[in-house]
């Protein structure tokens, strides 16, 4: 396990220093020099210029100035908003809470659905349920998610009246952030309404961003489960006479599930990308709609230390699957 | 069955170009949503090339006195605008149809871009091996470390937003699977004995990469290839939907959901057809796709 583990830092280390060169190389591509940059359009004489970009190093050799650029991430420093003027790091991890609760219900939502969808799908294979869920499933995947908040928003908060159209709660409520889990910390506040507040605030956007791991979910759960019922222990345990539910629950279920614990992880990445789309349409104020935000605004510092930071998440949780993986499979952390 | 283990089995499956392409329809066939994706993918086609012809008014054209006119189903609504008007009063239905252009283009373009690219890179790495492989994977792992559409809108942020841009970033956001495909492929060909016997009879290295091992390649290819025409399309509405990909006035369909944003809860008929229309499509695609697959693939081959 130890030397499965030392291969995959051998090759996760490189990709994470090929990303910090991305994001290092990123801000320099940009039309105009760093310094010009930070002073948007007002503008500065030739001797403020000059003076500024030696302040920030930014006349020394590309290669010392990456260098200091990986000492600064390495000391905790992620750069300053050129808008807000504060740490993105600092701001990052404000703001991520709020994308990590979206998430997790979100993945919830997709395992709870699209499992069960997925097994009882294979069981029944070619039944008209399994249609259903295959087809829903290929829909789901094929969805532009951003087009199906707005549907859902039309429906719910515009017809029925339902749910509200966006931020995390009503601003009727107020109370300090324990958690920055909206949902935990309403219900902790003990305000009358408040909890409600949250969770109709969070449903739709988590439908939304749970959509496509749904539809892969259900997809790979139904594969591996096909899999794995047509394997020579599957029959042997049928030929032994054990019920169905047992052949299924306790037999199949649990090798089924490796490719799908898998599939589920490495929907990480996929999160991210929906956040932003989801963040955006619902203004829900988390990573993804404060990258876009940065973007516009052209605060180019912050959109370099999220995109390193995002990416920096997104290894660590794939890396966690990699060795999870390895550890039920040891076949995988044999074989290279 | 003892003769069996001495005569080497012979392979009576028929030959020629026709004959696999008659063994790949019957395949295809079987599946029923893959045929209704081709004939729905065959008709988008169908109705780009001839936009000009097909829609009833110019995509851009402003009639004023129809502003956010409902379809002709609703009161208020006529056969004029059979899918309602938009806000400055452009026909719904020609912009739409409009719209299969520009996404059909951005689909040829960015797996076109993306396949020759990640061919070549995975063909060299899985040929070459040692340095090159190492070399051309450990970017291919850089680009795949960031999520996709984060990439793509990046890149577009560096590069201006502009359609031609958009498809830049997610051609290259895209050909880290080609890579990683072809480089897999290869390296299983590789072993084999055709190769062997051609590397002894002396072909070059080039010919060797290109005509002998690259054909037997090309089936995963093929599948990646129609999954990710679907993938540019969703990936490219989304960065017009956020403002990054084509611009107003062009009726690209992401770009429209974004321009009717604000119309949500007035006027439905601006925010849903524009988005059924770029579900239809990717579903489409998808669904022959995943035919493809069944036909192409010996290993899930009826499974």
């Not at chain 1, 490189?14 to 948007?40: E, K, N, Y």
Request: include cysteine.
């Amino acid at each position: 396990m130890f030397s499965y583990l030392l291969r995959k830092l051998g090759v996760i280390i490189p990709t994470f220093f090929g990303v910090t060169l991305v994001s290092f190389v990123f801000i320099r591509l940009l039309p105009g020099d760093p310094v010009l940059l930070m002073a948007g359009e007002r503008g500065m004489t030739e001797e403020r210029h000059a003076l500024l970009m030696a302040q920030f190093g930014f006349d020394k050799p590309i290669i010392v100035q990456y260098g200091k650029y990986l000492g600064d991430l390495f000391s905790g420093d992620f750069g300053t908003s050129i808008i807000t003027k504060q740490p993105v790091l600092e701001e990052f991890f404000t703001l991520f809470p709020a994308t990590m609760e979206l998430s997790i219900v979100a993945i919830l939502l997709a395992v709870c659905v699209g499992l069960p969808a997925g097994m009882i799908a294979a069981t029944k294979r070619g039944s008209a349920f399994d249609h259903v869920v295959m087809t829903g499933a290929l829909a789901g995947y094929s969805m532009p998610i951003f087009w199906w908040g707005l549907l859902l928003i039309i429906f719910f908060s515009g017809i029925l009246g339902w749910t509200p159209v966006s931020g995390r709660i009503s601003l009727l409520y107020y109370f300090d952030s324990v958690t920055g889990f909206m949902l935990i910390d309403s219900f902790l506040s003990g305000q009358q309404g408040a909890f409600k507040s949250a969770v109709s605030h969070l449903i739709l956007p988590a439908i939304v961003l749970g959509t496509i791991p749904l539809a892969v979910i259900a997809r790979q759960t139904r594969s591996a489960m096909l899999e794995v019922l047509s394997e020579d222990y599957v029959r042997t345990a049928k030929a032994k006479g054990l019920g169905p539910s047992r052949v299924i629950g306790l037999h199949a279920l649990r090798n089924a599930m490796i490719p799908v614990i898998t599939v589920i992880g490495l929907q990480v990445g996929v999160l991210f990308a929906g956040a932003i789309l989801t963040e955006t349409i619902f203004s829900w104020p988390g990573i993804g709609k404060w990258m876009v935000d940065s973007i516009f605004r052209r605060d180019y510092s912050s959109v370099q230390g999220g995109l390193l930071l995002i990416a920096a998440i997104v290894m660590i949780v794939n890396l966690i699957v990699d060795l999870l993986y390895g550890l039920i499979n040891p076949q995988i952390r044999h074989t290279d | 069955m003892s003769e069996a283990i001495l005569v080497p089995e012979v392979d009576t499956r028929p030959v020629g170009r026709i004959a696999l392409l008659k063994e790949f329809w019957s395949y295809f066939s079987e599946n029923t949503g893959a045929v209704i994706g081709l004939f729905f993918f065959l008709a988008i086609i169908f109705i780009a090339i001839f936009a000009e012809f097909v829609a009833p008014h110019a995509p851009n054209q402003q009639f004023r006195d129809a502003l956010l006119q409902p379809p002709f189903w609703q009161t208020g609504g006529e056969l004029r605008f059979p899918l309602g008007t938009d806000a400055v009063g452009r026909d719904m239905l020609s912009r739409l149809i409009h719209g299969a252009r520009f996404s059909l283009f951005i689909g040829c373009i960015v797996v076109s871009v993306s396949l020759i690219v990640g061919v070549m890179l995975g063909l060299a790495a899985g040929y070459f091996r040692g340095r090159v492989d190492t070399f051309i994977m450990r970017i291919m792992d850089v680009v795949l470390a960031f999520p996709s559409l984060l990439l793509a809108l990046v890149l577009v942020a560096i590069l201006g937003p502009s359609l031609i841009n958009a498809m830049i970033a997610i051609a290259i956001v895209q050909q880290p699977h080609y890579v990683r495909l072809t480089r897999a492929a290869v390296m299983s060909e590789m072993t084999k004995d055709y190769v062997t016997a051609s590397r002894i009879i002396g072909v070059k290295t080039l010919r060797l990469m290109f005509v002998t091992v690259l054909p037997n390649c090309m089936a995963p290819l093929i599948v990646q290839a129609a999954l990710s025409f679907s993938t540019a399309i969703l990936d490219a509405a989304a960065l017009g939907f956020l403002g990054m990909g084509a611009q107003p006035p062009a009726p690209e369909w992401g770009t429209m959901l974004a321009e009717a944003r604000e119309f949500i809860l007035r006027a439905w008929w601006v925010v849903t057809f524009p988005g059924v229309a770029i579900l239809t499509t990717v579903l489409a695609i998808n669904l022959m796709g995943d035919g493809l697959r069944d036909a192409l693939d010996p290993k899930l081959k009826r499974s």
